[in-house]
């Protein structure tokens, strides 16, 4: 069967966004972990700590690298735009203040985060992006207990990161991260939702970031 124009204009629309996001996504976190590198590094030998931060940042550059292609990706501007924020956001953290709490506990929520994050994307694996989209439904490990656990993680260790360096800019940053993540995984199980398999999943895990919580 012969597909018409409106069709053909259709596939080409859904490759050039799959293209795009396959590089967009890559290129905006390499610049933004370069630069939070640069500004950790000077303070990795009074809080080594801070390491459990940018590695928790970095790691999606690896899984991104070996994902597969998606099999549904959002063409919705304002879920690119909110996608993106939410994921620079965190990044902008900047070391600064005195600790809330014993450095220890604050050192200890970011790898306990760090550690959650890094189960979440080696569960996840080949399926890793930052815009909203379907490579595949994961049900295993930590995904379990909840439908997010990588962004669980990540609030774990900005928690931990805040508590210790806790300036205004910090605060303002972390609560805009939260807010961005909510409305990005709000974007990402509207698409995943459309999906059987993920709308089946959503009702026999019903929490998104804490059992019992949200």
């Not at 809330?100 to 506990?105: A, G, N, S, T």
Request: proline share 7%.
């Amino acid at each position: 069967m012969k597909r018409g124009p409106a069709n053909r204009i259709s596939i080409v629309r859904k490759i050039s966004v799959a293209t795009l996001a396959a590089f967009a996504d890559i290129g905006f976190l390499s610049v933004l972990v370069a630069w939070q590198a640069v500004r950790l590094a000077p303070t990795l030998g009074h809080s080594p700590a801070n390491l459990a931060l940018l590695i928790s940042d970095a790691l999606p550059l690896a899984f991104m690298l070996v994902r597969r292609p998606a099999q549904a990706i959002t063409v919705s501007a304002a879920d690119w735009l909110s996608a993106f924020a939410a994921a620079g956001a965190p990044i902008l953290l900047t070391p600064g203040g005195h600790p809330l709490v014993d450095p220890r506990i604050c050192g200890a929520l970011m790898i306990f985060g760090l550690l959650f994050n890094f189960y979440g994307k080696a569960s996840l694996a080949r399926s890793f992006g930052v815009v909203a989209a379907n490579r595949g439904v994961q049900r295993s490990g930590p995904y379990r207990l909840i439908r997010h656990p990588i962004y669980a993680g990540n609030t774990v260790t900005q928690i931990g990161f805040l508590l210790a360096n806790p300036t205004g800019v910090n605060l303002i940053l972390w609560l805009a991260a939260i807010s961005l993540q909510i409305i990005r995984m709000q974007a990402e199980e509207k698409l995943l939702g459309q999906d059987p398999i993920y709308a089946e999943y959503m009702t026999k895990v019903p929490y998104r970031l804490a059992p019992g919580l949200y």
